[in-house]
């Protein structure tokens, strides 16, 4: 199978979080604040095309020997010798620009199952070519950085990991007060109570101009305590 795959974290569909979410990607939300249709769509533009999630092991093309059905049974049994475990609560933050959910305080399990995902599942990753490197590192990446980037293709995992879900693309200070003030008042209760991972969800877009689709989820195993 071609195109690319992705190890997400990924609210269930019925939850009030995903239902959020899928408002405000969408547009209803926005148009709910006030925001002009035109602005609200360049706002999300980029998290709508990557669906509403947290990167795990982020997008990458199948290793020449890798089929995307063994990749999946990878991923299933990778969730299952992980137990759920309660999380920090959210908190929207600032993350370099762009407004995302984050995680209040640190939490060990997270870390250790993104590791987990971006090591065990590295086999299944075709090595980046010149291109997608060059444009990595002209992003502006510390020595570390290149280092995981050279290593596990992707520069923000292990030590560089944040758990975030973007809600928006890169704004201006004005704009992203603004934007902000609307979240944290629409989000209510979802900001700052703690909630449960028990599942992470594999990823698959087809071509460049398509959207990331969910393959399947798999369960984590049973929640401790």
């Known amino acids: 199978m071609n195109g690319r795959f992705a190890v997400y974290y990924t ?3 019925t939850s009030e979080l995903a239902r959020f979410a899928t408002d405000w990607l969408g547009g209803k939300a926005g148009a709910a604040a006030g925001i002009p249709e035109d602005l ?6 980029i998290p709508a095309a990557y669906g509403f999630h947290a990167t795990l092991k982020a997008p990458f093309a199948l290793a ?5 059905d063994e990749l999946a049974t990878a991923t ?8 759920a475990f309660r999380a920090p609560p959210l908190d929207l933050a600032n993350v ?3 407004l995302a959910l984050v995680l209040r305080d640190p939490c060990p399990a997270m870390n250790d199952l993104a590791a987990a995902c971006v090591t065990e599942l590295d086999h299944f990753r075709a090595p980046l070519t010149d291109r997608e490197r060059e444009r990595r590192v002209a992003q502006g990446l510390s020595a570390r ?3 995981l980037l050279d290593r596990w293709g992707y520069p923000f995992v292990l030590d560089e990991f944040l758990f975030h879900m973007s ?3 890169r704004l201006d200070d004005g704009l992203r007060d603004r934007i902000a003030g609307f979240l944290e008042r629409s989000m209510g209760n979802l900001i700052g109570r703690q909630w449960c991972l028990d599942s992470i ?8 101009e398509e959207p990331f689709t969910m393959r399947a989820r798999f369960p984590l195993g049973h929640l401790e305590g």
Do not use: M, Y
């Open 167 to 169: 809600l928006t693309r």
């Open 11 to 13: 609210p269930a569909t």
């Open 145 to 147: 950085q290149e280092a």
């Open 76 to 83: 299933a049994a990778l969730a299952a010798d992980f137990a």
């Open 96 to 98: 370099d620009g762009f």
């Open 64 to 68: 020449p020997e890798a089929t995307g």
């Open 40 to 45: 609200h769509r360049d706002i999300v533009r």
């Open 201 to 208: 969800s594999l990823f698959h877009q087809a071509t460049r």
